[in-house]
């Protein structure tokens, strides 16, 4: 099954907080913004720019959304996307919303990903192709 991923502009990072730590307003403005929480770690990915610069953090990483909204029933999506990755040698973070998977790789390696997933039959787009395309 072949799948459409938009590719955003955007330079973001994953910033690492220590456990129960609250939402700093710096990270909250982003194409994706994102908090996940454990009882060890609070992870923050969001834009790079607005990253204290004494922050843990790795990056900057290109974010590719996957087209959707993707049913809960489907499987394999993900593996379908990250296996033609690993091939290439690229690594992955990946992030799941309600509606669809994201897939962040540093902006080092997004041609090599963007070539992999063609390569693999998948498309690549952009916002402002995916705007025409509605038009």
């Known amino acids: 099954m072949s799948h459409t991923l938009t590719q955003y502009d955007d330079a973001l990072a994953v910033v690492?907080?220590?456990?129960?730590?609250?939402?700093?307003?710096?990270?909250?403005?982003s194409t994706l913004f994102?908090?996940?929480?454990?009882?060890?770690?609070?992870?923050?990915?969001?834009?790079?720019s607005t990253v204290p610069a004494k922050a843990r953090r790795e990056g900057p990483f290109v974010a590719f959304e996957v087209a959707g909204p993707l049913?809960?029933?489907l499987t394999g999506v993900l593996s379908?996307?990250?296996?033609?990755?690993?091939?290439a040698g690229v690594s992955v973070f990946t992030i799941?919303?309600?509606?669809?998977?994201?897939?962040?790789?540093?902006?080092?390696?997004?041609?090599a990903a963007v070539q992999a997933w063609t390569a693999a039959g998948h498309t690549v787009t952009t916002p402002d192709a995916q705007e025409g395309a509605d038009a």
């Open 71 to 73: 049913d809960f029933a």
């Open 34 to 48: 994102s908090v996940t929480a454990t009882k060890t770690e609070t992870s923050i990915v969001c834009h790079a």
């Open 80 to 87: 379908a996307l990250v296996v033609p990755l690993a091939d």
């Open 96 to 111: 799941s919303t309600y509606d669809t998977d994201w897939i962040l790789i540093k902006a080092d390696a997004a041609e």
């Open 16 to 29: 690492r907080l220590g456990p129960g730590s609250d939402i700093p307003s710096w990270a909250t403005a």
